[in-house]
């Protein structure tokens, strides 16, 4: 069975840092892509950053030099490092593990964690 947990999320003030955790089991993790999205109320989900089977990265136009995503291959776990955070990043976060592989590939979600920003 397929799990990927998410932790992490909380309540910071603006221009605070946050560090989430993506666990995930019943993959071969090594070969998918790893992504955090982000969906905040009445908003569609979007893409917050990304990291591909082989560690290229890519990252939002409005998170750029602020966050950054990094995985642990052994840990089977993707990060997500949130710095100099904004109210506009209040959100649900979501971990999501994509593969093409016909064989042992599939598209699947967390349950996502809260994150907000505020005084």
């Known amino acids: 069975q397929v799990q990927l947990v998410e932790s992490g999320g909380g309540l910071v003030q603006p221009g605070g840092s946050l560090r989430l955790s993506c666990a995930a089991s019943?993959?071969?993790?090594?070969?998918?892509?790893m992504g955090w999205y982000r969906q905040a109320p009445g908003k569609q989900r979007e893409l917050v950053a990304a990291?591909?089977?082989?560690?290229?990265?890519n990252v939002a136009d409005s998170v750029k030099g602020r966050f950054t995503i990094s995985r642990d291959n052994a840990r089977k776990t993707v990060y997500l490092q949130m710095n100099s955070l904004k109210p506009e990043d209040t959100a649900v976060y979501y971990c999501?593990?994509?593969?093409?592989?016909?064989?042992?590939?599939?598209?699947?979600w967390g349950k996502g964690t809260q994150v907000t920003v505020s005084s």
């Open positions: 999501n593990a994509f593969s093409s592989s016909a064989i042992i590939g599939g598209n699947y």
């Open positions: 019943g993959i071969a993790f090594s070969i998918y892509a």
């Open positions: 990291i591909t089977s082989s560690s290229r990265t």
